[in-house]
């Protein structure tokens, strides 16, 4: 078993792996979530975008805690990396948007 996170065993390589895996990991989960709950509870489009990205920063953090070796330092990064996915999907989503509107235009 490795030992827990810390700055003094971390790693670029560390780092990465594990934002990816947090990300990932929240993004799906939190997909999941919304295909389950939005039929009955996020039927209100004005909560239903902060409450998943509350569900992704959450699920973020609780999967970074547990792959960091439970300490807060995972914690940290996957609260960082759940709340990366939601802005880039969102970001994403935007510039579909924009250009299915452009195409709309002309």
């Keep these: 078993m490795e030992e827990p996170l ?44 902060p409450l998943l990205r509350a569900v992704s920063v959450i699920l973020g953090g609780i999967f970074g805690y547990s792959a960091g070796g439970f300490t807060h330092l995972g ?4 609260i960082g990396a759940g709340s990366l996915t939601t802005f880039v999907a969102s970001q994403i989503k935007a510039k579909i948007k924009a250009t299915a509107q452009e195409e709309v235009d002309f």
């Design 75 to 78: 914690a940290i990064i996957g």
């Design 6 to 49: 810390t700055l003094d065993n971390l790693g670029w390589d560390k780092l990465v792996i594990l934002i990816c895996i947090c990300a990932l990991a929240s993004s799906s989960l939190t997909q999941a979530a919304k295909a389950i709950l939005k039929p009955r509870i996020l039927t209100d489009a004005g909560i239903r975008r």
